[in-house]
């Protein structure tokens, strides 16, 4: 029907003020929960913004056996105003099914999130298959398919999503997935501020599930690393061995000594156990055993036991992998950089495109690259320097990631060693 001015007049005010919406229930749209370090977060998405005047009496979290947690804060984001993050302790609650009860709530607009109790149920963990899956399903895959690939890249499989996408045939490509990197494409592009968020549709609950699926989901596969591992002396007294997992194990299991034995292939009658297992809190991927051996293990194999991820999720069951110690260009360094690094640094290429900086060979990773021709000038590479150029630009965690661990791109260990070549075991070419 044709509103005149006259029946304007006669609507209710409610319809005026919300422009004509009636006040009708809309409830929250879906919840997961991550790690923090003032508890276990639980974010709830809404599909409206928030009064952040939150009263916390009207919000509980229980376990599925009726257990109740003890609910610390509760804030709504200042950007979408969508999230509500409520903050609950102990932490074990991480690991647990649990069931959210919110009431009291209301939107910005004046309208009850609902007139009864919600009550939402949070599974743990982020997996492909469960929770990201129905997201790319539902706001990627008509464009991003096996028919219409947009921008080359799909998203309608697991595997689709670790191809390069349009940088296919850039020498500088990186997967447009790197499994804890939330500055890779995938999420840089449907964070809030990135160009896909609006163009598919994505609520701010789910760029940032997408977000934390990458950095602490089941984002990569396998679970544990493959032949990239160090061993260091730090100390007089202990030999220590530092082992990577591309997702983060759980901290107990991680520290639990008996779930790691290591053989010296040269004494092989001689098995070793660890005195100390510790979970690293860069990225908490990197796990350093250490062992009461004055001596360096040159040629092992290391195997650990089975293994769950902070939600009590199964990683791996077991693993075993050979590794060789004391550093070298020729047995360690050269493979890496023939893997991640000489495509886009190698002779083939014209100097301009690989920064007059190659490393397809011993001698030329000493050379100037960009600053050869600078009046003061340094060499990339330079032995025990921890601050050269070459270990800057192949850095990763402690928040700064140099520009060729991003392109290579290079997992966390394999950046490592690239330092603890240059440094501990003073370049050594053979």
Same mark, same amino acid.
């Given at each position: ?255 639990? /000594?008996?779930?790691?034995? %290591?053989?010296?292939?040269? =004494?092989?009658?001689?098995? #070793?156990?660890? +005195?100390?297992? &510790? ?121 700064? /990631?140099?520009?060729?661990? %991003?392109?290579?791109?290079? =997992?966390?260990?394999?950046? #490592?060693?690239? +330092?603890?070549? &240059? ?8």
């Amino acid at each position: 029907m044709r509103i005149s001015r006259r029946n304007l007049l006669t609507l209710p005010a409610c319809l005026l003020i919300l422009g004509c919406e009636s006040p009708v229930e809309s409830p929250p749209l879906a919840t997961f929960r991550v790690m923090a370090p003032d508890g276990v977060h639980l974010i709830v998405g809404f599909p409206d913004a928030l009064n952040p005047l939150i009263d916390k009496t009207g919000l509980g979290v229980w376990s599925a056996d009726g257990t109740p947690f003890a609910v610390t804060a509760a804030d709504v984001d200042s950007l979408s105003a969508t999230l509500l993050t409520i903050t609950v302790s102990p932490a074990y609650s991480l690991r647990t099914p649990l069931l959210v009860r919110l009431s009291g709530l209301r939107y910005e607009r004046g309208i009850d999130v609902s007139e009864k109790p919600i009550e939402l149920g949070v599974a743990p963990g982020l997996r492909y298959d469960r929770d990201m899956a129905p997201v790319f399903a539902a706001r990627c895959n008509s464009c991003h398919n096996q028919t219409l690939a947009s921008g080359n890249y799909r998203t309608d499989s697991r595997a689709a999503l670790y191809a390069f996408g349009s940088d296919e045939a850039d020498l500088n490509r990186s997967p447009d997935l790197i499994a804890g990197n939330d500055r890779c494409q995938l999420a840089a592009k449907t964070a809030f501020t990135g160009r896909e968020y609006r163009r598919a549709g994505l609520t701010a609950f789910e760029s940032d599930l997408v977000r934390e699926w990458i950095l602490h989901g089941d984002a990569s596969d396998p679970p544990i690393s493959g032949p990239a591992d160090q061993v260091t002396t730090q100390t007089a007294d202990f030999t220590h061995v530092r082992v990577e997992f591309h997702t983060r194990p759980d901290s107990a299991d991680a520290s639990d /000594t008996s779930r790691y034995h %290591l053989v010296d292939l040269d =004494s092989p009658e001689l098995p #070793h156990a660890p +005195a100390a297992a &510790a979970l690293s809190s860069d990225l908490g991927r990197i796990v350093t055993l250490s062992f009461p051996e004055q001596k360096l293990f040159h040629h092992y194999r290391l195997s650990v036991d089975g293994m769950n991820d902070p939600y009590g999720n199964r990683l791996f069951d077991s693993a075993a992998s050979e590794y060789r110690a004391l550093l070298t260009y020729v047995d360690d360094l050269a493979p890496l950089f023939a893997q991640s690094c000489n495509r886009c640094h190698g002779s083939d290429l014209p100097d301009s495109v690989h920064g007059f900086y190659r490393t397809d060979s011993y001698a030329s990773l000493y050379a100037y690259g960009s600053d050869s021709t600078s009046a003061i000038r340094y060499r990339n590479l330079i032995p025990t320097d921890s601050i050269c150029r070459l270990i800057i630009k192949t850095r990763q965690g402690g928040g700064k /990631t140099g520009l060729c661990a %991003l392109r290579a791109p290079l =997992s966390l260990l394999e950046s #490592h060693r690239i +330092a603890d070549w &240059a440094v501990t075991y003073f370049a050594r070419e053979r």
